[in-house]
C-alpha cells in the first residue's frame, strides 16, 4: 500500500467509530472539512446515512487479477491482458453461427477468448487493447480459453486500483471529488455505519422472496465480491423503492375507497336511451364498451377513478357527456375541465349543441369571461342552478364551489403525475362524499408506467377510430422544400379544403424562428392572395378567438395560422390538411396532438412536418413521428427517446425519481412490489402492526408530501 493511500484511509477513519450515526453530517465527520463538505452537498450528501445511499452507478474490474498462468480450469475467474490476433470466422454453411476469436496475453502466458455470433466485436476489439475478461476457464487441449467471455476495456484510470481490489464501483461524482475519492470516503465509513441500518422489511418477508438485509445490500452495492453481488443487492434496493411507491398508492386508494363514498347514480335503458339520442351518431364498439364500463362505476356509491385513454379523434367527448349526463339524469352536477381556453371553449360549443333544447343547464368558466360574468357563473354554479360546467382546469379547481358535485372529467391530461389530479370543492351535505373522476388521456400510457404512477386507477381504452376515418398521409421535409410544399396546399386548398399552419411563436423573437403574425402576411402575398386567412394564438380576446374558430369550423376561412392553442382537442372535421413549421422544435407526443387536429373527418388528409433537426433526438423524433400514426406507438417511441427517467422523474411527475429501480427493465420487480404492496395495505391499511413499524416510517419520510399521505395514514 502506498503512503498516499494510507494516509487517506487514516483521514477516512478505517476503525468503528461509536459516536457517528446515520445522522452525523458529513461536514462533522473526522478528515471533512468544509471544501469537502461543500462538494459533497453538491452530489445531493448531506449525512453519514446519505453517504451509504450514494451509489456506484456503474463497476468495473480492477487490476490485480490472476495471472493467466494461474488460471484454473472449470473456475470463473478474471483475467487482464493486452488482446492480440483478433479473427472473425464466419459461419461455414447457411445457420452455423460465426464465432470472433482473440487471444488475451500478460507476462505469464496467453488465454484463448471466443464469442460465438459475435460479429459486432470486430468493430469493438483490436490488437494491442488491455482488457480485463471473465468468465469460465476451459482447458482446451494444451491452452486455457474462455467461451462468451464478459470483457471490459481498460484505460490507465481503471487500472490505477493499489488495493488489489477486483471489482469495485464508480460514483456519480463532480469537478471537485472524484469517484475514487467518494469511493473512500464511502468506503472508510461503512464498517461503522452498516451495523447502524435497520431493516424496514421484516425477515420472513425478505426470506420468502430471497431477498438479502438492507446493510447487506449496501455493502455489497460498495463492496461486491463481483457482479451476482450486485444484481442480488441492486434487486433489493430497487424493490425497496419500487414496494414504497406502491405501499403509498394502495395506501391512498384504501383510504379513499374506505372513507369516502361518492354519489350511487341511476341508470336504466331509458336514461341510456335519452342520452345517446343526444348524440349526432351512433357510438362506436369501442365507445359502447368503454361507456359501459364507466355506467358500471357510476351507479356505485365507490369513488370511480378511471383513466380513459383513446388515441387522438377516437371520439372521448361524448363518453365525457355520457357520464355527465348521467349526473344530470340523477339531479346532480358534473364538470369537464380542460387544460386551455380554446378548448373548454369548443367543448362548450359542441355540448351545447348537443343539448339544444333539453332542460340541461350548461355553463362555461374561463378566465377570459369579465369578472362580473365569472361571478355570476361561480354564483349559479353554487346555487345549483347550472347542472354542467365546462371550464379550465385552474379555475374550477381553485375558485369554485360546486352543489352537489358527482362527475369531474378531466380532459387531456398529460402530464404524467400522480398530484395533478383535480381536486374539486363541493357543499356536498356529507363531506365525505366526493366525486367520480374520469381522467382523459390521448397520450396511452405505456403499461409499466402506468403500473407505476397511476396504480390505482382503473382503465379504459378507446381502441378504435369512429367509421369513415382515411389514414392521414405524413411527410417530413427540410426547408428546401418549402416552397414545392405551399404551391402543393395551396392546390388544394383552391379545391375546398382548410389547412392549418402551426408556427412555434407569436412574434418573431432573437431566435429568428417563424412567427403567426410576420407569417399570415408572407403566406397571404405569396401563396394564398385569393383565400381567407386568420391567426389564433393565446394573446387574443376570447371573443375575437371565438369568432375566429367558428369561422373556421364553418369553413369561411381557408387558412388558419396559429400556435399550439390548437395543440389538444380542436376539432374541425373538414380541416384535411396541416403544416408545422420548425417542427424540430416540439415534443413527439406534441406533434401527435398537432397531427390529430387533421384525419377528422371523410377526406383524405395530409400533414407535413418542415423541420431542420440539429439533434440526435431531434432526428428521431422526425423519424418516429413519420414512420407511424398510431399513438401507442407514438408513446413508445417517446419513451424510448426521452427515456423512462424523464417521464417519471421529479420533474413530471413532482415524486422523487428512483435511484435504483428501472421501471422498464424491472418490470417483474414492479409487479411483485404492487402484489406485495397491496397485499401489506389489505391486511395493515396504516402500516401500524409493529413489523411495521419502520416501514411506515420510511414510507411516509420519502411520500408524505408528495402523495399527500398526511390525513391518510
Ligand atoms: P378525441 O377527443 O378523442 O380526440 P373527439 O371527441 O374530439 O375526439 O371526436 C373526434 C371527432 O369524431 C368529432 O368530430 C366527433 O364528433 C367525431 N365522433 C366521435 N364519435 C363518433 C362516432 N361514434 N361516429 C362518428 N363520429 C364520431
Ligand atoms: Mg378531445
Known amino acids: ?224 465480491g463481483g457482479e451476482d453481488d450486485v444484481k442480488t443487492a441492486r434487486r433489493r434496493l430497487a424493490f425497496d423503492e419500487l414496494l414504497m411507491l406502491q405501499l403509498g398508492l394502495a395506501m391512498k386508494r384504501h383510504h379513499t375507497r374506505t372513507h369516502f363514498t361518492a354519489a ?104 377570459s369571461l369579465t369578472p362580473a360574468e365569472r361571478d355570476a357563473g361561480r354564483a349559479a354554479i353554487e346555487a345549483g342552478e347550472v347542472d354542467l360546467v365546462v371550464g379550465t382546469q385552474a379555475l374550477l379547481t381553485e375558485s369554485v364551489t360546486f352543489s352537489d358535485l358527482a362527475v369531474v372529467v378531466i380532459d387531456e391530461q398529460h402530464r404524467f403525475g400522480v398530484e395533478q389530479r383535480a381536486t374539486v370543492r363541493s357543499k356536498n351535505a356529507d363531506a365525505n362524499t366526493i366525486p367520480h373522476t374520469l381522467i382523459m388521456t390521448a397520450t396511452p400510457i405505456p403499461r409499466t408506467l402506468s403500473l407505476t404512477l397511476f396504480g390505482d386507477l382503473d382503465v379504459s381504452t378507446i381502441d378504435a377510430l369512429p367509421p369513415g376515418r382515411q389514414p392521414i398521409d405524413t411527410r417530413v421535409v427540410g426547408d428546401a422544400k418549402r416552397d414545392d410544399v405551399y404551391t402543393y396546399l395551396a392546390k388544394r386548398v383552391d379545391s375546398g379544403e382548410q389547412l392549418y399552419v402551426v408556427l412555434p411563436a407569436i412574434d418573431e423573437g432573437e431566435l429568428g424562428l417563424k412567427a403567426v403574425r ?31 374558430m367558428d369561422r373556421f369550423r364553418r369553413g369561411e376561412i381557408d387558412v388558419l395560422v396559429a400556435t399550439t392553442v390548437i395543440e389538444v382537442g380542436v376539432d374541425v372535421p373538414n380541416a384535411s390538411l396541416m403544416v408545422v413549421e420548425h417542427a424540430e422544435r416540439f415534443g413527439l407526443a406534441q406533434l401527435h396532438q398537432l397531427r390529430g387536429r387533421v384525419g377528422r373527418g371523410s377526406k383524405r388528409s395530409l400533414c407535413v412536418f418542415i423541420a431542420e433537426p440539429t439533434t440526435d433526438d431531434a432526428a428521431q423524433r422526425m423519424e418516429a413521428i413519420a414512420q407511424t400514426t398510431n399513438g401507442f406507438e407514438i408513446a413508445e417511441a417517446d419513451l424510448h427517446i426521452r427515456g423512462m427517467g424523464e417521464l417519471i422523474g421529479a420533474r413530471q411527475s413532482g415524486l422523487p425519481p428512483f435511484r435504483v429501480a428501472d421501471v422498464e427493465r424491472d418490470g417483474e420487480l414492479l409487479r411483485m412490489a404492487k402484489r406485495d404492496a397491496e397485499a401489506l395495505i389489505a391486511s395493515d391499511p396504516r402500516l401500524q402492526g409493529d413489523a411495521h413499524r419502520l416501514l411506515r416510517a420510511r414510507l411516509f419520510k420519502q411520500y408524505r408530501e408528495a402523495l399527500g399521505l398526511g390525513d391518510v395514514g
Open 518 to 548: 410576420s407569417e399570415v402576411e408572407l403566406l397571404e402575398q405569396k401563396w394564398f392572395a385569393d383565400k381567407r386567412i386568420a391567426s389564433v394564438h393565446g394573446q387574443l380576446k376570447r371573443d375575437t378567438r371565438a369568432v375566429i
Open 1 to 224: 500500500m502506498t503512503q498516499g493511500a494510507l494516509a487517506g484511509d487514516i483521514m477516512c477513519g478505517m476503525a468503528v467509530d461509536p459516536t457517528i450515526t446515520l445522522a452525523t453530517k458529513v461536514s462533522d465527520l473526522p478528515g471533512v472539512g468544509p471544501t469537502r463538505a461543500a462538494a459533497l452537498q453538491r452530489l445531493g450528501i448531506a449525512t453519514a446515512g446519505d453517504l451509504v445511499k450514494h451509489l456506484p452507478h456503474r463497476w468495473e474490474y480492477h487490476a490485480g487479477q490472476a495471472a493467466i498462468a494461474q488460471l484454473q480450469p472449470d473456475t470463473v475467474a478474471t483475467a487482464v491482458g493486452e488482446v492480440a490476433n483478433c479473427r472473425w470466422i464466419a459461419g461455414q454453411r447457411r445457420g452455423m453461427k460465426g464465432r470472433f476469436q482473440a487471444t488475451l496475453v500478460d507476462e505469464t502466458n496467453q488465454l484463448d477468448l471466443v464469442w460465438f455470433n459475435a460479429g459486432y466485436l470486430r468493430d469493438k476489439l483490436a490488437p494491442g487493447m488491455r482488457v480485463a475478461v471473465t468468465g469460465k476457464v476451459a482447458a482446451y487441449r494444451d491452452y486455457l480459453q474462455m467461451v462468451n467471455p464478459k470483457w471490459q476495456p481498460l484505460d490507465d484510470a481503471t487500472e490505477r486500483g493499489e488495493d488489489g481490489e477486483r471489482y469495485h464501483g464508480v460514483y456519480p461524482a463532480t469537478e471537485d471529488l472524484t469517484s475514487d475519492q467518494v469511493g473512500k470516503l464511502i468506503d472508510g465509513w461503512l464498517d461503522t455505519l452498516l451495523p447502524q441500518i435497520d431493516d424496514h422489511l421484516p425477515e420472513a418477508f425478505r426470506n420468502e422472496r430471497a431477498m438479502p438485509a438492507l446493510a447487506e445490500a449496501y455493502d455489497a452495492m460498495h463492496r461486491p
Open 264 to 367: 350511487a347514480l341511476s341508470c336504466n335503458d331509458a336514461i341510456d336511451r335519452h342520452i345517446r339520442d343526444r348524440f349526432p351518431f351512433a357510438l362506436t364498439g369501442a365507445q359502447g364498451k368503454v361507456v359501459r364500463e364507466i355506467a358500471g362505476d357510476l351507479q356505485k356509491p365507490v369513488p370511480m377513478n378511471r383513466l380513459l385513454q383513446g388515441d387522438v379523434g377516437s371520439g372521448k367527448t361524448v363518453v365525457a357527456l355520457y357520464a355527465m349526463l348521467l349526473a344530470a339524469a340523477s339531479r346532480k352536477q358534473a364538470a369537464l375541465m380542460a387544460p386551455t381556453e380554446l378548448l373548454a371553449e369548443q367543448h362548450h360549443q359542441s355540448i351545447s349543441a348537443m343539448l339544444t333544447g333539453s332542460a340541461v343547464r350548461l355553463a362555461l368558466l374561463t378566465g
